[in-house]
């Protein structure tokens, strides 16, 4: 049994590879870019417009409301980062559906991928919002014995982050794998329906978790608050 | 190991790559739309604000120039009021003075009537007096009319006295024709002679008389001699019946077109 998409290998030489995770990751990036493209080319600024602009333009202005409820003041900035990152999970996941098709967000490289990305990103907004001297500032606040435990709380959060979303993907193909080696007909049905659920659930709460986690750093002068969504 | 480094490396990578890819074909293209349909909506609400404050622009101005309208219609209503009153005024004075003007000349032809009525009356009186006494007289004294009347005549030539009789005598003296002597009628010869006696007698010398008929004497005798006149015929008596029948007829007329001159702009008033 697979734990992981990584160990699907199509070609190797000595240290690259080319695994099932990376390609099915070109096949979704594929997807999406040319959909947006295909949809976007013909985009109307009247009122009369068509379902699949319509579609696109729900998801942006949904995406971009829900950066304005965790705190952020500019969405539009966060939206290319936070965006992206709720759609690959969240099409990765709607796209298990596809028989054969495995998830690349349950192999724990790419959940580590796009935890080291959010972790290198706070960072980076942080700085961008306030100041490399403001940022660094939050670290010993509100004491100087604090920063040990800051830059404790910065990696485990990350780690938090990969191994969730991992744990929980890779648990929904596991779960359907062996259900369809025991009962199969409508139970592995049902499990799947679960799994999509939980899916486009993990997607939500990676990419709220990274836009509090960026919000918590963009923000000045202001306590560092707690992520509120833990599973 | 679950986690190969490399797979990690390169997911990172092509997750930049989809960040990008997404920016430029996901977000940038459709908030862009959603910006410019939002600027489009936002001027056509401004546009349509700005139509509502000249719509209501407009509607004040147009209520401004119909109340104008209607104190301009007003004022021109009362004047046109005045005007036709001082006109009715006017018409009814004009009224007044033609109905006053048309009594007066009705009263005026009243009177005149009245006149040719009472002259008219007149002469009949006196062709039937004539007709009476003569009748009367022939029936009762046997004696023609004319008889009686070259009676008096006589009679009146005899009791002249005093400047009259002088003035005529010497009328008669002067005159270088004969006197005249007018009748309404043919006198008989026999009143001729009679007439020429009383005449001969009174003056005391010969008098030449010619004799000629006038009708219009009504029933007398005239005798002129160079501007001196005697007279006497039923005119005298018919006098004071012409007086008193021509007061009667004046009563009469006088009321009734006062009556009318009083009535004639009542009726104009109430048209």
């Known amino acids: ?231 | 190991m679950l986690i190969d480094w490399f797979t990690v490396g390169a997911q990172a990578l092509n997750f930049l790559l989809l960040v990008w890819l997404m920016k430029r074909f996901l977000y940038k293209p459709i908030l862009q739309s959603i910006d410019e349909r939002e600027k489009r909506i936002a001027g056509r609400l401004a546009d349509a604000d700005a139509k509502k404050v000249e719509a209501v622009k407009e509607r004040d101005a147009f209520e401004h120039k119909n109340q104008a309208l209607d104190q301009q219609r007003a004022a021109l209503l009362n004047q046109a009021t005045d005007d036709a009153k001082v006109e009715r005024q006017r018409l009814l004075g004009q009224a007044q003075k033609d109905a006053d003007a048309l009594s007066a000349r009705r009263q005026e032809t009243l009177m005149h009537e009245a006149e040719t009525l009472n002259q008219a009356l007149v002469r009949r009186t006196r062709q039937e007096v004539f007709a009476i006494t003569r009748k009367v007289l022939s029936d009762l004294a046997t004696t023609s009319l004319e008889e009686r009347l070259g009676e008096v005549f006589t009679r009146r030539l005899r009791d002249m006295d005093g400047p009259q009789k002088e003035r005529l005598a010497e009328a008669l003296r002067t005159a270088s024709g004969p006197a005249i002597l007018r009748s309404a009628f043919d006198l008989p010869a026999q009143q001729r002679a009679t007439i020429q006696n009383a005449l001969n007698e009174t003056f005391s010398a010969e008098v030449r008389v010619q004799y000629e008929t006038a009708p219009e004497l009504v029933s007398g005798i005239e005798l002129t001699a160079n501007g001196q006149k005697i007279a006497w015929s039923i005119s005298d008596y018919l006098e004071s019946l012409e007086k008193g029948v021509a007061g009667l007829l004046i009563k009469q007329a006088v009321p009734a077109p006062a009556d009318a001159a009083e009535t004639a702009p009542k009726r104009l008033a109430n048209r």
Request: net charge positive; with cysteine.
């Open chain 1, 1 to 231: 049994m697979r734990l992981s998409p990584d160990e699907m290998i199509f070609w190797q030489n000595g240290f690259m590879k080319l695994n099932a995770t990376i390609v099915f990751t070109w096949a979704l990036m594929l997807v999406l870019a040319v959909g947006a493209k295909l949809i976007t080319r013909n985009l109307s600024t009247n009122l009369e417009r068509s379902r699949w602009q319509n579609l696109l333009e729900i998801v942006v202005t949904g995406i971009t409301k829900q950066i304005e409820e965790v705190g952020l003041r500019h969405p539009r900035k966060y939206l290319g980062f936070l965006g992206t990152l709720f759609l690959f999970i969240a099409a990765a996941t709607l796209c298990t559906v596809i028989p054969g098709f495995d998830p690349p967000t349950g192999s724990l490289s790419t959940t580590v991928a796009l935890a080291l990305c959010v972790f290198v990103a706070v960072p980076l907004f942080g700085i961008g919002e306030q100041g490399m001297r403001g940022y660094l500032k939050s670290y010993v606040e509100p004491t100087f014995v604090m920063l040990p435990f800051n830059i404790i709380s910065e990696i485990s959060r990350a780690l938090a982050l990969a191994v969730r979303l991992f744990g929980n993907m890779m648990s929904g193909a596991m779960i359907i794998g062996i259900l369809l080696a025991i009962t199969p007909f409508i139970f592995p049905v049902v499990m799947t329906v679960l799994g999509l659920l939980t899916g486009m659930v993990q997607a939500y709460i990676f990419s709220i978790l990274a836009a509090v986690y960026i919000a918590a750093a963009t923000r000045t002068g202001e306590s560092r608050p707690e992520p509120a969504h833990q599973t």
